[in-house]
């Protein structure tokens, strides 16, 4: 095989395994949206709006040439986005209930 062959090889397994990895967090996502209306917990629509930001990421990745993509901040801002969506998530979740203020009760 030679070194063409082999680059156009490796870019199709790239751009192959980005496009699986987009469609498994995009159906991540479908599925905490349907827990979100279920139980209309803002955990789950947190994370799954997390969850269809990284697959957003991951189409991105797609259209970027993969020897520069570490030098495209626009990446790893969509990234830290989702993971700063998962991260409110918890915190909300685990932060102590507010008490009612007396007499505003009802």
């Not at 699986?20 to 947190?46: E, H, K, P, S």
């Not at 040439?65 to 409110?88: N, W």
């Amino acid at each position: 095989m030679n070194p063409v062959q082999s680059t156009l090889l490796e870019t199709n397994f790239y751009h192959f395994f980005s496009g699986a990895t987009m469609m498994a967090a995009w159906v991540c996502g479908l599925l905490f949206m349907r827990f979100w209306r279920r139980t209309a917990d803002r955990f789950f629509l947190l994370f799954g709006l997390a969850f269809w930001t990284m697959s957003v990421e991951r189409a991105c990745l797609i259209f970027i040439d993969p020897k520069i993509e570490d030098r495209e901040p626009v990446v790893y801002l969509i990234r830290l986005s989702a993971f700063l969506l998962i991260l409110g998530a918890i915190w909300e979740k685990n932060r102590p209930a507010r008490k009612a203020l007396p007499g505003k009760e009802g």
